[in-house]
């Protein structure tokens, strides 16, 4: 037998693993490296996080990335050489990290990569009807295991796809396992370039769960600041936002997409967010004359407001719920006060409280996604369940890389 199967066959079996689960969201801020050791599997899984950072990405990486990202026309050559690129780039980031945390690639079990999104294209976003819904991550696998020796567990939205999904959110799946409780009906909303919230009902039926896109967490105020603000990446601590007045009509204007009459669950990325979608929103309601302050103010209005509707309606028959967030929107206090506003009756809580770090809860999710896919019954378990009504059948997730 090949070793790896071996190996591979002995991790399955294992009580607990060491996985190190890799994040890169849309918001191109860095590479959420977080070292997990993960106990159990399915339901009885738990999580411990050992060691995490976040690798700041250099300038040189973003513009690499936005040089193809969500643009639909870009150069072939490049988008082949960046897929082996980042998938060496993000190795090398693992191998720093092992060297600062003094720990052996040898001591890890596996890693869990979720990749770079370039494109995300549901269905209803490209509206071609030969076509299934489709998403692109790159960052190859083979490259990630070769550079840290380690075996590697990546590209998991692709069977999500395959069996009919829209291969996102897939933080559903660790999120029922990791956070599901029996006392309380659970929201857990992160806020990264795009906002998605998983649904936990207290029934703990896995039928119930519901995991969706809202609409844009950080990446139009991000995109916004990038271009107005030399050098400046986000609105650190609103600081700008706070200056500025909401504008009523841009932000109707904002909010008139059919994106948010869609029912759920639904996906979306920086191909609808971006700021082509804010000019046309600004020509639609006269407001091309509104300061930057403004516009921004009214953009993180915009972001609040998306939230705090798609929870009020997942939340509508019940009594009563708590919300957990995460993701780099919690770090933006203007943002999170106009949703806590809205929530008289609810104190909006960190992941912190159900002791999981809100910026590494992401990459955990995906490290209990491999988890799944080494030795879980995976998501068949986790019921015709969460995926039922995304996906026909129930699939497992992510492909296995041998370092050699
Ligand atoms: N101090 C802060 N003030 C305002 N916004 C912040 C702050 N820290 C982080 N953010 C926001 O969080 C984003 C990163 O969020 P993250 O969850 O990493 O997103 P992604 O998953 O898309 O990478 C940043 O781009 C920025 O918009
Ligand atoms: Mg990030």
Redesign the pocket.
């Known amino acids: 037998m090949h070793k790896h199967i071996e190996e591979l066959h002995r991790l399955g079996s294992k009580s607990e693993r060491l996985i190190i689960g890799l ?8 590479l ?1 490296v977080a070292l997990c050791r993960i106990a159990g599997q399915g339901p009885d899984t738990s999580v411990d996080i050992l060691n995490f950072e ?1 690798v700041p990405y250099t300038s040189d990486y973003r513009e690499r990335v936005l040089s193809v990202f969500s643009i639909r026309n870009v150069d072939l050559q490049t988008v082949c050489l960046l897929n082996a690129w980042i998938g060496l780039h993000h190795g090398r980031t693992v191998n720093a990290c092992l060297d600062r945390w003094g720990i052996l690639a040898t001591d890890i079990d596996l890693i869990a990569s979720h990749g770079q999104t370039i494109y995300h294209c549901p269905k209803h976003l490209h509206q071609l009807p030969d076509y299934p819904s489709a998403t692109l991550q790159i960052g190859d696998g083979d490259h990630l295991a070769h550079t840290v020796g380690v075996i590697t567990c990546s590209d998991f939205r692709q069977k999500h796809l395959a069996a009919g999904g829209e291969g996102a959110p897939l933080a559903m799946y660790g999120d029922y396992l990791v956070f599901s409780s029996a006392n309380e009906n659970r929201v857990m909303l ?5 906002a998605n919230l998983t649904w936990l009902p207290s029934s703990l039926n896995s039928k119930d769960v519901l995991s969706t896109d809202v609409g844009t ?3 139009l ?2 995109a916004f600041i990038q271009q107005h603000y030399d050098g400046m ?6 600081e700008i936002a706070r200056k500025g007045t909401v504008s009523t009509a841009l932000l109707a204007a904002l909010k008139a997409h059919k994106f948010f009459s869609r029912g759920f669950p639904k996906t979306i990325g920086p191909e609808l967010f971006n700021l082509d979608y804010l000019d046309r929103a600004k020509q639609v309601s006269s407001t091309q004359a509104l300061s930057s302050e403004d516009q921004l103010a009214t953009l993180s209005q915009f972001s609040a407001d998306s939230i705090v509707q798609a929870i009020r309606n997942i939340t509508s028959q019940v009594d009563s719920f708590s919300i957990y967030s ?4 919690i ?3 203007l943002l999170m006060d106009n949703i806590q506003q809205q929530f008289a009756e609810t104190v909006i809580q960190t992941t912190d409280a159900l002791n999981i770090d809100p ?1 590494a809860k ?1 990459a955990i999710v995906f490290a209990v996604l491999a988890n799944e896919c080494v030795a879980g019954k995976v998501v068949s378990e986790i019921g015709d369940a969460a995926i039922g009504a995304a996906v026909a059948r129930p699939v497992s997730m992510g492909k296995i890389s041998f370092p050699d």
């Open positions: 994040m890169s969201g849309t918001s191109l801020d860095g959420d976040t992160n806020i990264g370039g795009i967490g950080n990446t105020m991000d990446l986000f609105d650190a601590d609103s995460s993701g780099g929107g770090h933006n206090p910026d992401e």
